[in-house]
């Protein structure tokens, strides 16, 4: 809902992506319907399904009310990137684009591990009108980047696949999110900003 101008554009460009969720999304009891959908929606924006891995760990289970200990996300973050050569991380930015206290993880992963020399981005969190401002956002997130060097914005080429890899999440496709997919901002754009630990 969040990546898709990230994810096209890498893909696109033949990047070796992949992708690291940490949570089969099992608040609802339907954990095993969101993992087939997700991979549905992972070939539909052409990422293999081999590089994609889904934890469902008792500690890291789906909710607002479940908040995630940081230090085992730095362990399961850690054996990810060491097990695929990882060179660099995208992530949420500390508010996480809703203020969903999971949205965010990795920069204790970046200061215990600052040796191996990684470079990361957060997407961006948007204001309010921002947010739903739909493909107006493209000047914006290219005027923020252009203002600030530590900051790219990556325009989707592609937005009606964004569109189709979210409604393979048939168990969340509701009116709400079918209208936030097509108003949302980060259908549109990612504005990325750099990670300093």
Request: aromatic residues 10%.
């Amino acid at each position: 809902m969040f990546f898709s101008p990230t994810i096209n554009y890498l893909t696109a460009n033949a990047y070796n992506i992949h992708i690291l969720c940490l949570s089969t999304g099992n608040a609802d009891g339907m954990g095993s319907i969101r993992k087939d959908e997700l991979r549905q929606a992972c070939a539909v924006l052409r990422v293999p399904l081999q590089q994609l891995t889904i934890v469902d760990h008792p500690n890291l289970q789906d909710g607002f009310g479940q908040v995630w200990s940081h230090d085992l996300l730095e362990e399961i973050i850690s054996e990810e990137v060491t097990s695929h050569d990882i060179h660099t991380i995208i992530t949420f930015d500390n508010y996480g684009v809703s203020g969903h206290c999971n949205h965010r993880g990795v920069v204790k992963f970046l200061q215990t591990n600052s040796e191996r020399n990684i470079k990361a981005w957060e997407l961006v969190s948007l204001n309010i009108i921002r947010k739903y401002c739909g493909p107006i956002d493209i000047w914006l997130s290219i005027l923020s980047a252009k203002r600030h060097g530590s900051k790219v914005s990556i325009i989707n080429e592609q937005p009606l696949k964004s569109y189709e890899a979210m409604a393979q999440h048939l168990s969340q496709w509701v009116w709400f999110r079918k209208l936030f997919v097509s108003f949302s901002s980060y259908t549109y754009t990612n504005t990325l900003q750099r990670i300093s630990p």
